[in-house]
């Protein structure tokens, strides 16, 4: 196909397969990641999934087998450097190759002042939320070099752009990941790597189950959301898989909201 000239969609109209390639997925356990897991073994992907939970990810794998898929695990935090160490290691020797990594592992522990944010608190949100992931996308960039290229979908969220009271250290983790996600993508795009990040809004997870049940903080969060309601995880996982597919090959350094139109206003 020309850059002018789409004529080829008529006959080969975009899909999102991915048959043949091999995806980590880190904080896959539960919430967005486990519907991203399950969504990129139901593409045709083999997957590596990491996660701090071992049983719930043994659940998931077994389940991913049951269906015919191709799965790894290695539980551990990404805050520890042996456990991605372990979890890149674990994809070279079965697949000699990771072709696309998301980064989903994530916490968002107190909603707290910032004067009153313990600074233990403080540390273990950017270890796992921004130390994390530029760890795993520095023990990915071999494996993907051995593949020829692939793509970093980086999970960031909302509030890496639009900031909220009370989640200082959430905010400040993911608006940094926005920033490492930028410069990474500057960076490795030369080698064929593309560096993307996905920002989610209110979605309806463990995560945020606090917040939904909070009559004050449950209207002032719809107050914010255009379409007026909370998001699913499974509204969220097309962007991450748009990213990882050849369909967004000239896509670089981007973050797509999934947000219900937060970021609109």
């Known amino acids: 196909m020309t850059e002018t000239d789409g004529r080829r969609l008529l006959t080969e109209p975009p899909d999102l397969r991915l048959d043949g390639k091999v995806v980590w997925v880190t904080g896959a356990s539960r919430g967005l990641g486990r519907a991203v897991a399950y969504a990129f073994a139901g593409a045709g992907a083999s997957v590596l999934l990491s996660a701090r939970s071992a049983p719930a990810l043994d659940e998931l794998a077994a389940e991913i087998q049951d269906a015919g898929g191709d799965v790894e695990v290695v539980a551990g935090s990404v805050a520890e450097p042996a456990v991605i160490a372990k979890a890149a290691e674990a ?114 997870t463990d995560m945020t189950v606090g917040l939904r049940e909070h009559d004050r903080w449950r209207a002032s969060l719809l107050g914010r959301i255009p379409m007026g309601r909370f998001g699913r995880t499974d509204e969220v996982v097309g962007a991450v898989l748009y990213l990882a597919s050849d369909w967004s090959r000239y896509v670089v350094g981007s973050t797509l909201f999934v947000d219900g139109g937060w970021a609109a206003l």
């Open 91 to 204: 994809a070279g020797a079965r697949w000699g190759r990771i072709d696309v990594l998301v980064n989903n592992a994530g916490i968002s522990p107190t909603f707290a002042r910032a004067e009153h944010t313990d600074l233990d608190v403080w540390r273990d949100v950017l270890d796992v939320n921004l130390t994390g992931p530029l760890l795993c996308c520095r023990a990915a960039l071999p494996l993907m070099e051995a593949a020829g290229g692939g793509s970093i979908v980086n999970i960031s969220s909302i509030h890496g752009t639009r900031a909220h009271e009370r989640m200082v250290a959430y905010g400040a983790s993911k608006g940094g990941l926005e920033m490492v996600t930028r410069t990474l993508a500057v960076e490795w795009a030369p080698r064929g790597i593309r560096v993307n990040a996905v920002a989610p809004g209110y979605l309806e």
